[in-house]
């Protein structure tokens, strides 16, 4: 078994490649796997972290806007969509797939667009409710298009071969028991928020967060885990200028990264957090009511559908950035932990959405259409 995987840009389009490729080498150690990514690109430091063989091309998106900057820009991607077909070809040439797999981002295009002109048969596996620009052109080239979430349907051609899947979930996503997880963390009974906005942190979600992490270390009504991210070091001074210093406050957890994620979503009562696709996926398995506040920065606003798709289960509340405010904020999370009630509807309404076979599943597509050619 012979698979080539291609996609990147972002860690929502990389780490579930990894997951999928982790699991066909779990079940069959013979399979030779390759990576083909962008330059430059984080799938080119992530990928051979993991073990794989990764090959790389040059490709970029267009810019939307008319500027001359923008101009230059999609002058030179036209030039790329070339060049980077051509490198695909070699590449897939000197490997001989059996199958390629896309995973999104635009390092996919060019890939699986040539190996489904020399005969590769290739899948591609969507995470989002609304499929992105990638998705939507490859999916008449492909055998079979994997989705995360039913909702994307819809927004694709109804004649293709689809099939639901859901997103790859860590292991320890799934094993994480909340009774432990509190233990470790020396928390008590008492309700547990737990608030991120990613890596690199989103300005918003702090700003609009301190007022309740605040509030939490004054009346300590709450017990709180918030990673304000790689540029949000300014976050403790401002909860500080609101009267409360997290430092004194052992009800506070506040730190610019989680790294222990498993532990701390098996340990809050309610999330709040951006709505990417694998964040939500790890949210419903583990049956985690949340407040979700899209990012409006992203392509399709694809966050907003994703949220949406547990909004309309009764599974979280959602809130746009445009009309986020401390107060609102503050509100919705007060709404959930209002009653044990509410938090066991919302949290088995996640739950029921939930897919945690979501790697047999996929690893299953593959095997078969693997057998088939």
Not at 14 to 42: C, D, S, T
Not at 104 to 130: C, D, F, W
Request: hydrophobic content about 40%; proline content about 4%.
């Amino acid at each position: 078994m012979r698979i080539l995987f291609a996609g990147g840009g972002t860690a929502g389009h990389i780490n579930p490649a990894l997951a999928i490729a982790g699991y066909i080498r779990e079940k069959n150690p013979e399979a030779e796997i390759l990576f083909v990514g962008n330059k430059g690109g984080m799938e080119e430091r992530l990928v051979p972290q993991a073990g794989f063989n990764f090959e790389r091309i040059v490709i970029s998106g267009f810019k939307r806007s008319f500027g001359i900057k923008a101009i230059g820009h999609n002058f030179m991607t036209v030039e790329r969509m070339f060049s980077s077909s051509l490198v695909s070809k070699k590449i897939i040439k000197d490997f001989n797939p059996d199958l390629a797999i896309g995973t999104g981002g635009y390092v996919s295009g060019p890939v699986l667009r040539t190996a489904a002109k020399m005969g590769i048969p290739i899948i591609i596996h969507e995470q989002n409710a609304y499929p992105g620009v990638t998705t939507k052109m490859l999916s008449r080239l492909a055998k079979k298009v994997m989705l995360a979430i039913p909702d994307a349907k819809k927004h694709l051609d109804a004649n293709l071969d689809f099939v639901i899947t859901g997103n790859p979930v860590r292991q320890e996503i799934l094993s994480a028991n909340k009774a432990d997880a509190r233990a470790e963390l020396g928390l008590d009974e008492r309700p547990v928020v737990l608030s991120f906005g990613g890596s690199l942190g989103a300005r918003k979600i702090n700003e609009n967060l301190a007022d309740l992490i605040a509030r939490s270390g004054k009346d300590g009504k709450y017990q709180h885990i918030h990673a304000y991210g790689q540029y949000g070091k300014w976050f403790p001074e401002l909860v500080k200028e609101k009267g409360t210093d997290i430092e004194k406050c052992s009800n506070l957890d506040v730190r610019e990264y989680i790294n222990n994620m498993a532990i701390c979503l098996a340990a809050a009562d309610v999330v709040v957090s951006r709505a990417g696709a694998i964040t939500l996926s790890e949210i419903q398995a583990q049956g985690k009511p949340a407040v979700l506040i899209p990012s409006p920065n992203v392509a399709e606003n694809h966050q907003f559908h994703n949220a949406m798709s547990l909004v309309n289960q009764k599974a979280a509340e959602i809130i746009e950035e445009k009309d986020l405010t401390p107060e609102l904020l503050t509100k919705k999370v007060d709404k959930l932990l209002s009653s044990r009630e509410i938090l066991e509807e919302y949290s088995q309404n996640a739950k029921k959405m939930a897919i945690v076979d979501a790697n047999e599943r996929i690893y299953n597509v593959v095997k078969s259409l693997v057998k088939s050619n």
